[in-house]
C-alpha cells in the first residue's frame, strides 16, 4: 500500500513541477526560483504536519511547570510547557526521558504526575564525555558540563524521578518494556541515535498505547530520521505549533495517529 501511495505521490509531484514550469515560464529567473521555493516549503512534512497544543488540551486545565528559565542545551520555555502539559492531559504516570542533563525537563514533568507516578531519565555516566564506542560528539561532551540531574535534585520532585545511567544505544531498557504512557527522546541527536532511541522508544510504551516525543525534530540527525518515516513511511507524526517538539503515538509497536488531535 505504502509503495502505491509513494508512486503516487511522485507522480503528483512530476505533474507539480510541470505544471509550474508551463505557469511560470513567462516570468524572470528570480521569481521562478521564489515560487519554486515556495512549493518546496509547502511541500515540507514539519511544515504540513503541525498541531497546535490547545488541540491536545481539555480545558480547564492547570499545570506546574517548575522552574521555566531556559539555559544552554535545555529545551525553550514553551517547549516546558508543552512537555508538562502532555504530561498531565495524557493523565501518564510512568515517564522515559532519554537525556538528562541538568534535569529541567525532567523536573517539569514529574511535578505532573500523580504522587504514585514515576520518571526514569538515562544519562551516560557520570565523569564519562565518550559513547559507549569511544566516540565524542556534541551531545556526549553535554555530560561533563554539569551535574547530571542537579536541577531536580534536592526537590520534592527528586521522589518521582529515578536516574539511570548509560548510553541509549548499549543501556538494558528490558526492566522498562511495555510500561511507559510517554518517552521523550532528547539523548544524542545523530541520525543513529534516534533510530535507535525511537526503536526502544517503541518497545517502552504501553501495548495499549503511549507518547513519544522527539525534542529539535527540525534540526541536526532527528530531522533526517523523521522526516523520512513521515515520508516514506507514513508515520503520522505532528509537530507542536512554535516548538521543535514532534509528538507521536504508539500502539501495540506500531506508530498510530494522535489520540487527543480531533479534540
Ligand atoms: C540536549 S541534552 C538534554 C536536555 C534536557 N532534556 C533538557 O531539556 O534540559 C542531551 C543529554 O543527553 C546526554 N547524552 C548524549 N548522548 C547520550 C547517549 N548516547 N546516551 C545517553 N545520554 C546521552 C548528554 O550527556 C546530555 O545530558
Known amino acids: 500500500m505504502s509503495a ?16 509550474w514550469h508551463l505557469l511560470t ?20 512534512p514539519f511544515v504540513l504536519n503541525r498541531i497546535a497544543l490547545s488541540r491536545l488540551l481539555p480545558e480547564p486545565f492547570v499545570i506546574t511547570v517548575g522552574p521555566l528559565k531556559s539555559l544552554d542545551h535545555n529545551t525553550s520555555e514553551y517547549e516546558l510547557v508543552c512537555l508538562a502539559a502532555l504530561v498531565k492531559a495524557a493523565s501518564a504516570e510512568r515517564v522515559f526521558e532519554i537525556g538528562t542533563y541538568d534535569g ?15 520518571l526514569t531519565t538515562l544519562n551516560l555516566p557520570p565523569g564519562k564525555s565518550t559513547n559507549s564506542s569511544g566516540e565524542c560528539t556534541g551531545d556526549s ?3 561533563v558540563k554539569v551535574t547530571s540531574g542537579k536541577r531536580f535534585l534536592d526537590t520534592p520532585e527528586a521522589a518521582r524521578i529515578e536516574q539511570v545511567f548509560g548510553d541509549s ?16 527522546i532528547d539523548g544524542s541527536h545523530t541520525r543513529a541515535y534516534v533510530e535507535n532511541d525511537t526503536e526502544v522508544a517503541r518497545q517502552l510504551v504501553k501495548s495499549t498505547g503511549g507518547w513519544i516525543v522527539w525534542h529539535d525534530a527540525t ?8 522526516k523520512m518515516q513521515i515520508t516514506k513511511h507514513g508515520w503520522p507524526l505532528r ?24 479534540r
Open 4 to 19: 502505491v501511495l509513494q508512486q503516487l505521490d511522485s507522480a503528483l509531484t512530476g505533474l507539480a513541477y510541470s505544471i
Open 141 to 143: 561532551v553535554l555530560n
Open 169 to 184: 544505544a548499549t543501556f538494558d531498557f528490558k526492566a522498562y518494556a511495555g510500561a511507559m504512557d510517554i518517552v521523550f
Open 25 to 44: 515560464f513567462p516570468f524572470s529567473r528570480s521569481s521562478r526560483w521564489r515560487s519554486l521555493r515556495l512549493l518546496s516549503v509547502c511541500r515540507d
Open 219 to 226: 534540526l541536526y540527525g532527528v530531522a533526517q530520521y523523521l
Open 104 to 118: 529541567r525537563s525532567s523536573r517539569a514533568m514529574a511535578i505532573n504526575l500523580p504522587d504514585q507516578g514515576q
Open 239 to 262: 509537530l507542536i505549533d512554535g516548538t521543535t517538539l514532534m509528538l507521536g503515538y504508539c500502539r501495540e509497536g506500531r506508530i498510530v495517529p494522535l489520540p487527543l488531535a480531533a
